[in-house]
């Protein structure tokens, strides 16, 4: 009885694990072990103190979490990723009849450098730019932190489809 439920599934298992890299259930084909993610430039004319580090452990946990790649510290690793923060700007997206902002814009922008040293082709350096909306009567201030966490999700998102997804 255990044999042939053996010769059911084990070729369906090698199915599955077979192939020339690691496919995860996000869609990333992964091919190396391990990626080098620098600490991320605050490079944006308006500067957050955290903003950096925030923004580079975003990025790092969302590929880390959807690739099992290993982090490491050296100039060998897989997969390397630089870049720096080059816009953090507040502006005014609307305005009421009697020209008073009603509300007012975050965006935020990273330059990113990747290196696939497995696979030139799929290096780049590109620029991801995100923003959010907030009500102009709120000081940015009281909202900064809810605002880098959904900008940096989407510029993490963003970053790890291009890198990994190839979109």
Known sequence: MYFKGFLIFFPLYLLLVSGCGIYSFSGAHIEGKNINIHPLENKALNVVPSLATTITNKLSSRILSQTGLTPVKKD???YDMTGAITAYAVSVTAATGVQ???MNRLTMSVQITFKNKLNEKANFTSTFTRFA???ANQILQNVEAGLIEDIGNQLADDIF???FVNW
């Open 133 to 135: 909306d907030f009500p």
């Open 100 to 102: 008073v902002a009603s």
């Open 76 to 78: 060998d690793a897989d």
């Open 161 to 163: 489809n291009k890198a």
